[in-house]
C-alpha cells in the first residue's frame, strides 16, 4: 500500500489534520481568485489597489515571522492553530456581509487581509512543528505527501468550483465558502492528538541581548547550511516574482485579454493537476534520479516556463487554454518541490528549532510576497500589465539559480526514513 495512504488510513490523529486541511485547501482556492477580483470588480479597484490589498494580506508575514516563531517554540499546536482558524473563518465572512450592506471598500478590504494574514501566520509557523510532533520521524516524507497531494487535489477542482461561484455569487459572497472551511481546518486540528510534545529549545539566557538572539535563531539555522540557504533564497525571489506575475495576470488576463472568470479559474486548476501529478511521482521521482537531481529537475519544469504567458498574441479563450498548459507543466514541477522542500527542512532543522526556523523561514519567504505585491502594482500602473506577466516570469526563472549548484544537485536524502543522518552530499 501506498505510504501516504496507509498513513491516513491508519493514523487518526493524522488523518483528522489530513482531513480538515483538505478541505481548507478547497475552500482557500475561492479567496485566491475572489480576494483581487473583489478588488477589481465589485470595488472597481486600480491595479494599484489590487497590489495594496495583496501587499496587506501578506505584510504580517514580513513584520512578525520571526517573533512568531519564537513565541510559538514549545507550544502545542491546537492552542494555537485553533484560535487562528476561528480568527480567519470570522474575518472573511465580514467580507460578503460588508458588501451586502454597502460598507466594503478597498482599505476595509486591506484590513480584513491583513487580520487574516496575521491568524494564516500563526496557523503555519504552528504547523510545521505540529506534524513532526503528530507523526512519527519515519512517516515525515509520507505525511508531507499526503497534505500536499490532497491540497493539489483541492487546487484541481478549486480554482474550477471558485470561478463558477464568482460567477454565480460574485466575489464578495463566495468568499463565504472559505470562511466555512476554516471551521473545518479547526475541527481537524482539535481532533488530533500529538504522539509526543513539542520539543523546547534550551534557554539561552534572560536579559534583552538573549532574547535578540532567540529570536534570530531560526536565521541562523537557515544560513549557516549551504542547502537550507539556496532554498531560503530560491523560496525569497521565488515568491516575490510570482506575486508580480499574478497581480498583473488576473488584470491582463480579465480585463485586458478577456478571459472569462470562469475560464481564468480553469485555467489556474490546470496548476493543480500538474501539482498532483507531481506530488505523487516525488518519492519515486527521487529514488530514479536521486533527491538533489530531482529537486533541481523539478525547479526546472516550475521555474521555467511562466515566462512564455505574455509572448503569446492570445486573447480570450484561446489564451486561457494556453496559460492552462502553462500552469500544468508549472504545477507538476512545483508539486514535487513543495514535497521536497517541506522534507528537507524537517529533516536538517533540529527538533528543538522547528518553530524558530519555520518562522524564519516564513519571514524571508512570505515577507518578500508584499514586495513583489507592491511592485508588481507599482509595474502594472506604469508599465502596462502585460509587461507586469512577462517581468515577473523572467524573474521566476531567475529564482531557480541558487538550486541547480552541484552542491544541490548531489544531495542525498532517504525520502523512505528521513532522520538527519540521512542528508549528506556527494
Known amino acids: 500500500m501506498d505510504p501516504s495512504v496507509a498513513l491516513v488510513r491508519t493514523h487518526r490523529s493524522f488523518r483528522w489534520y489530513w482531513l480538515g486541511q483538505s478541505i481548507s485547501s478547497a475552500g482557500s482556492q475561492v479567496t485566491v481568485l475572489a480576494l483581487p477580483l473583489v478588488t477589481a470588480l465589485a470595488l472597481d479597484g486600480s491595479p494599484a489597489d489590487v497590489g495594496a490589498v495583496a501587499t496587506a494580506a501578506m505584510l504580517p508575514y514580513l513584520l512578525f515571522s520571526l517573533v512568531a516563531g519564537h513565541l510559538l517554540e514549545g507550544r502545542q499546536g491546537r492552542q494555537t492553530m485553533v484560535p487562528a482558524d476561528l480568527a480567519q473563518a470570522v474575518l472573511l465572512a465580514l467580507v460578503p456581509l460588508a458588501a451586502a450592506t454597502g460598507w466594503l471598500t478597498v482599505p476595509l478590504l486591506a484590513v480584513i487581509a491583513f487580520l487574516a494574514g496575521t491568524a494564516a501566520l500563526v496557523f503555519g509557523v504552528s504547523a510545521f512543528a505540529y506534524v513532526p510532533s503528530l507523526v512519527e520521524r519515519r512517516d515525515l516524507a509520507a505525511a508531507n505527501r499526503a497534505v500536499q497531494g490532497s491540497r493539489t487535489v ?5 480554482p474550477g468550483l471558485a470561478g463558477l461561484l464568482v460567477g454565480a455569487l460574485g466575489p464578495a459572497a463566495a468568499m463565504a465558502v472559505d470562511a466555512l472551511s476554516y471551521l473545518a481546518s479547526a475541527l481537524g486540528v482539535a481532533m488530533g492528538r500529538p504522539a509526543r510534545p513539542p520539543a523546547r529549545a534550551e534557554d539561552p539566557g534572560e536579559g534583552a541581548g538573549e532574547e535578540r538572539v532567540r529570536v534570530t535563531t531560526g536565521l541562523r539555522i537557515l544560513f549557516r547550511d549551504r542547502h537550507l540557504r539556496a532554498l531560503t533564497v530560491h523560496a525569497a525571489a521565488y515568491n516575490l516574482a510570482e506575486e508580480v506575475f499574478l497581480i498583473n495576470l488576473v488584470l491582463w488576463a ?9 475560464a481564468y479559474g480553469l485555467a489556474l486548476a490546470m496548476a493543480g493537476v500538474g501539482g498532483l501529478v507531481g506530488t505523487l511521482s516525488a518519492l519515486r521521482l527521487a529514488d530514479r534520479l536521486g533527491f538533489g537531481r530531482a529537486f533541481a529537475a523539478s525547479l526546472v519544469l516550475s521555474c521555467g516556463v511562466p515566462v512564455l504567458v505574455a509572448g503569446w498574441p492570445l486573447h480570450g479563450v484561446a489564451l486561457a487554454v494556453a496559460l492552462g498548459l502553462v500552469m500544468l507543466v508549472s504545477g507538476a514541477g512545483l508539486g514535487n518541490a513543495n514535497v521536497y522542500s517541506l522534507t528537507l527542512r ?7 528549532q522547528l518553530s524558530r526556523s519555520a518562522g524564519a523561514y516564513t519571514q524571508v519567504m512570505y515577507g518578500s510576497i508584499p514586495l513583489g505585491s507592491a511592485l508588481g502594482g507599482l509595474v502594472g500602473e506604469t508599465l502596462g500589465t502585460r509587461v507586469g506577466v512577462l517581468l515577473g516570469g523572467v524573474g521566476i526563472a531567475l529564482s531557480a539559480a541558487p538550486m541547480l549548484t552541484r552542491s544541490v544537485r548531489s544531495l542525498r536524502l532517504d525520502l523512505s526514513a528521513t532522520a538527519p543522518a540521512e542528508a549528506a552530499a556527494d
Not at 524537517?346 to 528543538?352: F, H, R
Open 154 to 158: 483541492t487546487e484541481v477542482a478549486g
Open 346 to 352: 524537517q529533516t536538517l532543522i533540529p527538533p528543538t
Open 254 to 262: 480579465v480585463q485586458d485579454q478577456d478571459v472569462p472568470a470562469s
